[in-house]
C-alpha cells in the first residue's frame, strides 16, 4: 500500500517500514547483498558487477590505475580498501555501444574505502536499467566514495534506476558522490522508478551528493543529486553545477533521512550554491532544492543560486519534517521561479507526527506564476504541535503572478505560535485574493498567536487585484491574530482589498498595530486597517505613520467585534479616510451604512484625522485628545435607530472641525480642551426630553467659547465647570423638571463657571442651575440686554450681573426674565451704565418672575452706589403690583422680619420728628461714604480749634498778682519756650441724620520771640512768639436712617492730619488782665473708608484765628481768684475735590465760627521764702458756654448736594487745670474738660491737655 502526503500542492510518497520500498501495488525488496536506499522511491535491487579487474589484478588496501585504454565492457573490482582510478582519455564503452550495467565499479565488503574515481577527459556510456557511470560500493563498515574528475562525460541510457554516480555505503560507512563533469541520465520508467545524476547512499553514516558539474536527467523521478541516510546520519546534497531534469516528480538536489528512533538524531541538508542552478522540466511535482527528513532529524533546503519549476504542484527550495522532532528550514538567498498551479517558491513543512519547528527565509528573489502559488511558505500540519511556524523576508524580491497566491504565508494546524514578517525587500502580488504577508492558523483549538509584521524602512509590498490584502493574520482559535506594521510601505489596488487585516474567527483578538510606514488603498470598499473578531475583541493601535482608506464604503480603519475592543490613534499619525468620507467605521460587515453587529468601541485619538468616525451599535466611546480630526464624530450609524447605544464623547485636546452626534441613547459628552470656541456641533441625539427614556449629557470644562443654539444641540443636561460661554444666535434647549430617576434636568453652570450675553437678547427654553455667574452685560457694555428663560431659575449662591443707568424708575438695564419659578439664593452685581442717580418710586425692574419667588431668591452681591444714592434690591415693585419680581429701589425700608406675625397688630403712627427730617434735596438712601464726606469738615474743625487753643491750655497760669511771696516777678526772664499736648474724645450728631465719633490727638510747640516788661512796679509785660503743631484724628461716622432700616448705623472712617505754623501775640496789664491774639495757617489731608472698602484721599488748607480775653479778681484778701473770659476763633479751610471708587466730590470751603464765654477759679498757693521752690502752686476750675455759629458746608457728591445741619450748636464745658513749679525757671500744666450739648446728647465729649513752660 501506498502512503501518499500532499503539502500545498506537492506530492510525496512514504516508506513501508517491513515491507521495503513501494511503488504503486508492487513491492521492490533489496538484493541479498545490497541496501539501496532511495528516500521516497524504491529503484529495485542492485546486481553484481558485469566485469571484474579489467585493469589488473588489486588486493585490498592498495590503488588500481586504469590506463587510457577503450573498456567496452566497463571496469569492475571487489576489493575493500580499494582506490580505483581511471586516467584521462579513457572510454567506457560508446555512444552507440554503452556498457550494459556499470561504467565503473567497485565493491568493498571490508571496514577500507571503496573509491572509484575518474581523471580527466573519460567518456562512460551506460545503457540498462540500474546502470551507473561510476559507482562504488562498501558493504562492510567502510566508506564508499564515486567522484568524476576534470572533464568526464557519463551518459546512462537505462529504463530505469540508471544513476551517473553512486557511492553507496551499504554498511555503517560514510558515503560519497561528487560529480565534477558532465552526466546525461536518459529514459523513463512507466513503474515511476527513477534516474539519478549523482547519489550518496548511507545506512547510518555520512550521505554526501555534490555536483560543480552539469546534470541532467530524463524521466519520471529523476534526481540530480540525491543523498539519503538514515538514523544518526546526515544527508548532504549541494550542487554549484547546472541541475537539469525532464520529467514529473523530479528534484534537482535532494537530502533524505529515512525514519530513525527516537533517540537517533540525522540531518538532512540540500542546497544550490553560488553560481549553481536547478531546473525541472517535464511535468507535475518537480522539485528545485528538496531536504526531506522522515526520521528524528532537521531539514534544511538552502537556495544561494538559480532555481526553476516548470509545471503545477512544484516547489523550488523545499525542506520537509515528516516524523521526530526536528525542524524543517527552507532559505532562499538566490533566485527561485516556479510556473504552474500550486508550485511555491520556498516551503518549510512540519507534518504527519512531527513535532518540530517550520522556518522559511527569503533574502533572494521569488516569482510564481501560477495560481495557489505562494511565494515563501511555512506550514506546521501536526495538530497536536505546539512549534512555531515562521516566514521571514530581511531582503530581496517576491513576485506571484497567480490567483489565490501569496508572498509569504506561515500557517498551522497546530497549536504553536506563527509568524510570518518581512524586514526587508518588496513583494507584489499580481493576481485576485493574493495576500503579501500572511499568518493563519486553522486550529479551532489553538490559544497562539497568528502574527503577521512588516518592519522595513525601504520594504513595499503591493497588491493588485481585488482581496489582495497587505498584510494578513487570521486565526480560527481562542489566540490573537496580530497583524502589525512597524515600518515600510503597503498599497493595495483592488476591491475589497486591506492594507492591514487582523481576522479571528474564534473567541481571541483581533489586534492590529501601525507604528510607522504608510498604508495607501485604492479599490472600492478596501479598508487600510481592518480587525474583525467572531467571538473576541479587536484592538487597533495606530502609533505613527500614515494610512488611507479606498472608496466606497472603505475606511481608513474598520473593526467589526459583537463584543467590542479599542482603536487608539496616536499623536504622530495620520488617517486619511477622504476618498469614502469615512475614517473610522465600526460595525458594517455587510458594508451597507447599517449596523447589526453592535459592540462597544473605544476610540482615543491624539492624530491626523480626515473623515467621519462611525461607531455603529453598541455603547461607544471616543476621546480626542489631540491633533486634528476634520470630520463628524457618529456615536452609532449616521441614520439613528432605536437600536442606538449609550455613547460617549471626550475631548481634552486636539482640534475637531466638524462634530459629534451621539444619536439615540443616553450620551455623554465631555468637552475640557481650550481649543473648542463653539463653532463645533455637539449634538446628544432625539431630543431634550427624558419621555423617550434616553437623557443625554454635555459637560464643558475649562473651556472658553461663543456659542448658539444650532451648535448645542439635543442635550437633556448641559453642566459647565470652569467654562466661560457666550451665548449668541439661535436660542438654547435643554431639558427641565426631573429624569426617571428624579435627577434634574437643565443647564447646570457651577461655583466655577459663567454665562455670558454675547447679543442683546437671547433665549434658553429649560431650567437653569446657577451656582456661578450670570453676565447679561454684552461685550458693548451698554443696559438693554434681556436674558429669557422659559423655565424654572434656581440660584446656589449664584451671581447674575446686569448693566443698569442707575436714576429713577424709568432707568435703562439689563433684565432677566424667568417665565417660571425661581428658587434657591443667587446674588446680583449691578454696574452702572452712566446714571447720577435719582430718587425712584416704583423702583427699576431688574428681574421678572413670571412665577412665584421669595424674597431671598435674590440679592446684592455688592452696594449699589452712584453719586451719593445707594439702590437696594427689593422684591415687589411699590406702585405696579407686581409681587414677584425684583427692583432696584434708591428709598430706606425696614428689613422684613422672615417670620410672619400670626396675629396683625396694628402698626402705631410714629411721633414726628421734624429736626431728623432730611430736605428734599437730599436722596432717601445715601452710600456710606457720604456721612463722611458730609462731616469730615467738622472734625477737622474740632482739631483745629483744638490746635487754636485757650492762652491758660497753650501756656498755663502768668504769675502777675503780689501773692508770689518770692517777689521773683522782678525777675524779668528774656526767653521762654513751652510745649503741651492735647487729647480729645468727641460724640457728635447732626441734625439730619448723620453722626461721629472722634479721637484727636495734637502737639503743638512754641517760643517767645519778644518779650517786655513795664517800668518799676508796673506788672504788665508783653509776648510775642510762634508756634508749630501736628494733630490727627481718627473719626468713625454714623448714618441714622440706615440703621433704622436695619442696614447698619456705622457707615465708614476717616482718618485725618493737620499741620500748623502760627503766631501769638499776648498783653499783660498791670491788674492781671490780658488779650491774647492767635493767627496760623494749616494743612489738612483726610483719608475716607467707607464700610464697603471704597476709599478717597482729600486735601486741603487754611487759615485760623482767635481773640481771647480775660482779668483776674482776687476775692478779698485770700488766694483765691475770679477770672472772667471771653473768646471769639474762627477757621477757614479750603478743601480740594477728589473721587473715590463710586463718583467725584467737589471741591468746597468750610467756614467755622465759635465762640466762647465763661471764666476761671483759682487758687493760688503761697510759697515760704525758705521753700526750695520760688513759685507758687495753682489750682482752678473752669467754666465756658460755647456756640458754633456756622452749619457744615454742602458738598457736592456726584452731582448730588449732601448737607448736614448741627444738631445742637451751644454747649458747656466744665473742667479743672493746676500748675506747678518744678524749679524756679519751670512750670508743669494742664487740665481736663467735660462737654455736653444743652438740650440733649448730640454733642458730648472729653478733652484733656498737659504743658511744660521754661523761661530764662
Known amino acids: 500500500m501506498v502512503k501518499y502526503v500532499v503539502v500545498y500542492g506537492i506530492l510525496f510518497m512514504s516508506r513501508q517500514a517491513k515491507e521495503g520500498w513501494s511503488l504503486g501495488d508492487k513491492i521492490i525488496r533489496p538484493c541479498a547483498n545490497t541496501v539501496a536506499l532511495l528516500g521516497t522511491v524504491t529503484l529495485g535491487c542492485i546486481p553484481s558487477a558485469w566485469a571484474s579487474n579489467e585493469c589488473g589484478i588489486a588486493a585490498g588496501g592498495t590503488t588500481v590505475n586504469c590506463t587510457p585504454a577503450s573498456y567496452s565492457a566497463g571496469i569492475s573490482y571487489n576489493a575493500d580498501n580499494l582506490k580505483l582510478n581511471v586516467s584521462d582519455g579513457s572510454v567506457i564503452g560508446t555512444f552507440a555501444t554503452p556498457v550494459a550495467g556499470?561504467?565503473?565499479?567497485?565493491?568493498?565488503?571490508?571496514?577500507?574505502?571503496?573509491?572509484?574515481?575518474?581523471?580527466?577527459?573519460?567518456?562512460?556510456?551506460?545503457?540498462?536499467?540500474?546502470?551507473?557511470?561510476?559507482?562504488?560500493?562498501?558493504?562492510?563498515?567502510?566508506?564508499?566514495v564515486a567522484t568524476s574528475s576534470g572533464d568526464t562525460y557519463i551518459k546512462t541510457n537505462g529504463s530505469a534506476g540508471a544513476h551517473g554516480i553512486l557511492a553507496n555505503a551499504q554498511g555503517i560507512g560514510d558515503a560519497s558522490g561528487v560529480n565534477n563533469g558532465t552526466i546525461l541520465t536518459t529514459g523513463s520508467h512507466a513503474a515511476n522508478e527513477g534516474n539519478m545524476g549523482v547519489r550518496a547512499l548511507a545506512n547510518g553514516g555520512k550521505a554526501n551528493a555534490h555536483n560543480t558539474g552539469t546534470i541532467s536527467t530524463n524521466g519520471a523521478f529523476g534526481y540530480g543529486v540525491s543523498a539519503e541516510t538514515t538514523k544518526n546520519g546526515t544527508a548532504t546534497a549541494t550542487t554549484s553545477g547546472a541541475i537539469t531534469t525532464n520529467g514529473s516528480y523530479s528534484t534537482g538536489v535532494y537530502a533524505h533521512l529515512s525514519p530513525g528512533s527516537a533517540g537517533n538524531h540525522g540531518e538532512t541538508i540540500a542546497t544550490v550554491e553560488t553560481g549553481g542552478s536547478v531546473t525541472t522540466n517535464g511535468g507535475p511535482y518537480g522539485v528545485g532544492v528538496f531536504a526531506d527528513s522522515m526520521g528524528w532529524g532537521?531539514?534544511?533546503?538552502?537556495?544561494?543560486?538559480?532555481?526553476?519549476?516548470?509545471?503545477?504542484?512544484?516547489?523550488?527550495?523545499?525542506?520537509?519534517?515528516?516524523?521526530?522532532?526536528?525542524?524543517?528550514?527552507?532559505?532562499?538567498?538566490?533566485?527561485?521561479?516556479?510556473?504552474?498551479?500550486?508550485?511555491?517558491?520556498?516551503?518549510?513543512?512540519?507534518?504527519?507526527?512531527?513535532?518540530?519547528?517550520?522556518?522559511?527565509?527569503?533574502?533572494?528573489?521569488?516569482?510564481?506564476?501560477?495560481?495557489s502559488s505562494n511565494g515563501v511558505e511555512a506550514f506546521i500540519g501536526t495538530p497536536l504541535s505546539t512549534s512555531t511556524s515562521t516566514v521571514t523576508m530581511s531582503d530581496g524580491e517576491i513576485t506571484v503572478r497567480g490567483n489565490n497566491s501569496e508572498g509569504l504565508h506561515s500557517g498551522s494546524?497546530?497549536?504553536?505560535?506563527?509568524?510570518?514578517?518581512?524586514?526587508?525587500?518588496?513583494?507584489?502580488?499580481?493576481?485576485?485574493?493574493?495576500?503579501?504577508?500572511?499568518?493563519?492558523?486553522?486550529?479551532?483549538?489553538?490559544?497562539?498567536?497568528?502574527?503577521?509584521?512588516?518592519?522595513?524602512?525601504?520594504?513595499?509590498?503591493?497588491?493588485?487585484?481585488?482581496?489582495?490584502?497587505?498584510?494578513?493574520?487570521?486565526?480560527?482559535?481562542?489566540?490573537?491574530?496580530?497583524?502589525?506594521?512597524?515600518?515600510?510601505?503597503?498599497?493595495?489596488?483592488?476591491?475589497?482589498?486591506?492594507?492591514?487585516?487582523?481576522?479571528?474567527?474564534?473567541?481571541?483578538?483581533?489586534?492590529?498595530t501601525m507604528a510607522g510606514g504608510n498604508i495607501a488603498t485604492a479599490g472600492l470598499d478596501a479598508?487600510?486597517?481592518?480587525?474583525?473578531?467572531?467571538?473576541?475583541?479587536?484592538?487597533?493601535?495606530?502609533?505613527?505613520?500614515?494610512?488611507?482608506?479606498?472608496?466606497?464604503?472603505?475606511?481608513?480603519?474598520?473593526?467589526?467585534?459583537?463584543?467590542?475592543?479599542?482603536?487608539?490613534?496616536?499623536?504622530?499619525?495620520?488617517?486619511?479616510?477622504?476618498?469614502?468620507?469615512?475614517?473610522?467605521?465600526?460595525?458594517?460587515?455587510?458594508?451597507?451604512?447599517?449596523?447589526?453587529?453592535?459592540?462597544?468601541?473605544?476610540?482615543?485619538?491624539?492624530?491626523?484625522?480626515?473623515?467621519?468616525?462611525?461607531?455603529?451599535?453598541?455603547?461607544?466611546?471616543?476621546?480626542?485628545?489631540?491633533?486634528?480630526?476634520?470630520?463628524?464624530?457618529?456615536?452609532?450609524?449616521?441614520?439613528?435607530?432605536?437600536?442606538?447605544?449609550?455613547?460617549?464623547?471626550?475631548?481634552?485636546?486636539?482640534?475637531?472641525?466638524?462634530?459629534?452626534?451621539?444619536?439615540?441613547?443616553?450620551?455623554?459628552?465631555?468637552?475640557?480642551?481650550?481649543?473648542?470656541?463653539?463653532?463645533?456641533?455637539?449634538?446628544?441625539?432625539?431630543?431634550?426630553?427624558?419621555?423617550?427614556?434616553?437623557?443625554?449629557?454635555?459637560?464643558?470644562?475649562?473651556?472658553?467659547?461663543?456659542?448658539?443654539?444650532?451648535?448645542?444641540?439635543?442635550?437633556?443636561?448641559?453642566?459647565?465647570?470652569?467654562?466661560?460661554?457666550?451665548?449668541?444666535?439661535?436660542?438654547?434647549?435643554?431639558?427641565?423638571?426631573?429624569?426617571?430617576?428624579?435627577?434634574?434636568?437643565?443647564?447646570?453652570?457651577?461655583?466655577?463657571?459663567?454665562?455670558?450675553?454675547?447679543?442683546?437678547?437671547?433665549?434658553?427654553?429649560?431650567?437653569?442651575?446657577?451656582?456661578?455667574?450670570?453676565?447679561?452685560?454684552?461685550?458693548?457694555?451698554?443696559?438693554?440686554?434681556?436674558?429669557?428663560?422659559?423655565?424654572?431659575?434656581?440660584?446656589?449662591?449664584?451671581?447674575?450681573?446686569?448693566?443698569?443707568?442707575?436714576?429713577?424708575?424709568?432707568?435703562?438695564?439689563?433684565?432677566?426674565?424667568?417665565?417660571?419659578?425661581?428658587?434657591?439664593?443667587?446674588?446680583l452685581l449691578v454696574a452702572n451704565d452712566g446714571g447720577l442717580g435719582a430718587a425712584t418710586v416704583n423702583g427699576i425692574q431688574v428681574v421678572q418672575v413670571t412665577g412665584t419667588s421669595s424674597e431671598r431668591n435674590f440679592a446684592l452681591s455688592a452696594p449699589v452706589e452712584v453719586g451719593a444714592y445707594e439702590y437696594n434690591l427689593f422684591r415687589g415693585g411699590s406702585t405696579d403690583g407686581d409681587t414677584n419680581s425684583f427692583y432696584l429701589k434708591s428709598a430706606y425700608s425696614v428689613t422684613p422680619v422672615p417670620t410672619p406675625v400670626p396675629t396683625p397688630v396694628p402698626t402705631p403712627v410714629p411721633t414726628p420728628t421734624p429736626t431728623r427730617a432730611p430736605r428734599t434735596a437730599v436722596p432717601a438712601v445715601l452710600r456710606p461714604a457720604v456721612p463722611g464726606y458730609?462731616?469730615?469738615?467738622?472734625?477737622?474743625?474740632?482739631?483745629?480749634?483744638?490746635?487754636?487753643?485757650?492762652?491758660?491750655?497753650?501756656?498755663?497760669?502768668?504769675?502777675?498778682?503780689?501773692?508770689?511771696?518770692?517777689?521773683?516777678?522782678?525777675?524779668?526772664?528774656?526767653?521762654?519756650?513751652?510745649?503741651?499736648?492735647?487729647v480729645q474724645r468727641l460724640d457728635l450728631d447732626g441734625k439730619r441724620q448723620f453722626g461721629f465719633e472722634q479721637e484727636m490727638q495734637y502737639l503743638q510747640i512754641g517760643k517767645d520771640l519778644v518779650v517786655s516788661f513795664g517800668e518799676g512796679k508796673d506788672k504788665s509785660h508783653i509776648h510775642t512768639g510762634i508756634s508749630a503743631g501736628y494733630g490727627q484724628t481718627s473719626t468713625s461716622f454714623n448714618d441714622a436712617r440706615r440703621g433704622e432700616a436695619g442696614m447698619g448705623y456705622d457707615t465708614g472712617k476717616m482718618e485725618g492730619q493737620m499741620a500748623t505754623l502760627g503766631i501769638y501775640h499776648t498783653r499783660y496789664a498791670d491788674n492781671g488782665s490780658y488779650l491774647d491774639l492767635v493767627g496760623q495757617i494749616h494743612a489738612v489731608r483726610n483719608k475716607y473708608t467707607d464700610k464697603y472698602n471704597d476709599n478717597g484721599t482729600q486735601k486741603g488748607s487754611g487759615l485760623g484765628l482767635s481773640a481771647e480775653v480775660g482779668r483776674p479778681w482776687q476775692i478779698g484778701d485770700s488766694q483765691w481768684l475770679i477770672e472772667p473770659q471771653a473768646q471769639l476763633s474762627t477757621q477757614v479751610t479750603r478743601y480740594r475735590g477728589f473721587s473715590d471708587n463710586v463718583s467725584s466730590v467737589d471741591s468746597f470751603t468750610n467756614q467755622s465760627l465759635r465762640g466762647r464765654a465763661g471764666g476761671r477759679l483759682a487758687w493760688n498757693a503761697k510759697a515760704e521764702r525758705e521753700d526750695k521752690l520760688t513759685r507758687t502752686d495753682t489750682f482752678y476750675m473752669t467754666a465756658n458756654m460755647l456756640h458754633d455759629f456756622k452749619d457744615p458746608e454742602a458738598v457736592n457728591i456726584g452731582n448730588t448736594t449732601v448737607m448736614e445741619e448741627l444738631s445742637k450748636k451751644t454747649w458747656a464745658e466744665l473742667g479743672i487745670g493746676a500748675q506747678l513749679p518744678l524749679s524756679k525757671t519751670t512750670y508743669l500744666y494742664g487740665g481736663v474738660q467735660y462737654q455736653h450739648s444743652l438740650g440733649g446728647t448730640d454733642r458730648e465729649g472729653t478733652t484733656g491737655q498737659l504743658g511744660v513752660r521754661v523761661a530764662w
Open 527 to 827: 479598508d487600510g486597517l481592518r480587525a474583525s473578531s467572531a467571538l473576541g475583541n479587536y484592538g487597533v493601535d495606530v502609533i505613527g505613520g500614515t494610512l488611507a482608506g479606498g472608496g466606497g464604503a472603505g475606511a481608513a480603519i474598520h473593526t467589526l467585534a459583537a463584543a467590542g475592543g479599542t482603536v487608539n490613534i496616536g499623536a504622530t499619525a495620520t488617517v486619511n479616510g477622504a476618498m469614502s468620507g469615512i475614517a473610522i467605521r465600526d460595525g458594517d460587515a455587510t458594508n451597507s451604512g447599517t449596523d447589526t453587529l453592535g459592540g462597544g468601541t473605544i476610540v482615543t485619538s491624539a492624530g491626523i484625522i480626515t473623515g467621519d468616525a462611525i461607531l455603529g451599535l453598541g455603547n461607544d466611546s471616543v476621546t480626542l485628545s489631540g491633533g486634528y480630526f476634520t470630520g463628524n464624530l457618529y456615536g452609532d450609524d449616521r441614520v439613528a435607530s432605536d437600536a442606538d447605544g449609550n455613547d460617549s464623547f471626550n475631548w481634552s485636546g486636539g482640534y475637531l472641525s466638524g462634530g459629534f452626534y451621539g444619536q439615540n441613547g443616553s450620551d455623554v459628552a465631555l468637552v475640557t480642551t481650550v481649543n473648542y470656541d463653539g463653532s463645533t456641533v455637539l449634538d446628544g441625539g432625539d431630543d431634550v426630553s427624558a419621555a423617550d427614556g434616553w437623557v443625554d449629557k454635555l459637560t464643558l470644562q475649562g473651556v472658553t467659547a461663543t456659542v448658539d443654539g444650532t451648535r448645542l444641540v439635543n442635550w437633556e443636561n448641559i453642566s459647565l465647570d470652569h467654562t466661560a460661554l457666550t451665548l449668541s444666535g439661535a436660542p438654547l434647549f435643554v431639558g427641565g423638571g426631573v429624569d426617571s430617576s428624579a435627577n434634574s434636568m437643565g443647564l447646570f453652570i457651577n461655583s466655577t463657571s459663567s454665562v455670558l450675553m454675547g447679543a442683546s437678547t437671547f433665549g434658553i427654553t429649560g431650567d437653569v442651575y446657577n451656582a456661578g455667574s450670570v453676565d447679561l452685560r454684552n461685550v458693548s457694555g451698554t443696559a438693554g440686554n434681556v436674558l429669557t428663560i422659559n423655565g424654572d431659575y434656581a440660584g446656589s449662591n449664584g451671581l447674575v450681573k446686569i448693566n443698569t443707568t442707575l436714576a429713577d424708575d424709568s432707568s435703562n438695564t439689563d433684565k432677566l426674565v424667568v417665565n417660571g419659578n425661581t428658587s434657591g439664593t443667587t446674588r
Open 298 to 371: 532537521d531539514a534544511r533546503a538552502n537556495n544561494d543560486g538559480t532555481v526553476s519549476t516548470n509545471g503545477q504542484f512544484a516547489g523550488g527550495t523545499v525542506a520537509r519534517v515528516l516524523y521526530g522532532a526536528g525542524d524543517a528550514t527552507a532559505v532562499n538567498r538566490g533566485e527561485v521561479l516556479t510556473k504552474g498551479i500550486a508550485a511555491q517558491g520556498v516551503f518549510a513543512a512540519v507534518d504527519q507526527s512531527a513535532a518540530g519547528n517550520a522556518v522559511a527565509l527569503n533574502m533572494g528573489t521569488v516569482t510564481t506564476s501560477g495560481s
Open 102 to 144: 556499470k561504467g565503473i565499479s567497485n565493491t568493498g565488503a571490508g571496514s577500507g574505502l571503496s573509491t572509484s574515481e575518474s581523471h580527466g577527459v573519460v567518456g562512460i556510456y551506460t545503457s540498462g536499467d540500474y546502470g551507473y557511470g561510476i559507482s562504488a560500493i562498501a558493504t562492510g563498515t567502510g566508506n564508499a
Open 934 to 982: 458730609a462731616l469730615g469738615q467738622v472734625a477737622i474743625n474740632e482739631l483745629g480749634m483744638g490746635l487754636l487753643g485757650t492762652l491758660h491750655q497753650r501756656v498755663g497760669e502768668q504769675q502777675t498778682l503780689k501773692w508770689d511771696g518770692c517777689d521773683c516777678d522782678a525777675e524779668k526772664p528774656d526767653n521762654r519756650v513751652w510745649v503741651r499736648m492735647h
Open 413 to 512: 494546524a497546530g497549536l504553536g505560535t506563527v509568524n510570518a514578517s518581512l524586514t526587508g525587500g518588496n513583494i507584489i502580488t499580481q493576481g485576485v485574493n493574493g495576500v503579501a504577508i500572511h499568518a493563519v492558523i486553522s486550529n479551532l483549538n489553538s490559544s497562539a498567536a497568528a502574527i503577521a509584521s512588516m518592519d522595513g524602512v525601504d520594504s513595499a509590498v503591493t497588491t493588485q487585484q481585488a482581496s489582495g490584502h497587505g498584510i494578513y493574520a487570521t486565526t480560527t482559535g481562542s489566540g490573537s491574530a496580530n497583524a502589525i506594521l512597524l515600518s515600510g510601505h503597503v498599497s493595495t489596488l483592488g476591491s475589497g482589498a486591506h492594507g492591514v487585516y487582523s481576522l479571528n474567527s474564534g473567541s481571541g483578538l483581533a489586534q492590529v
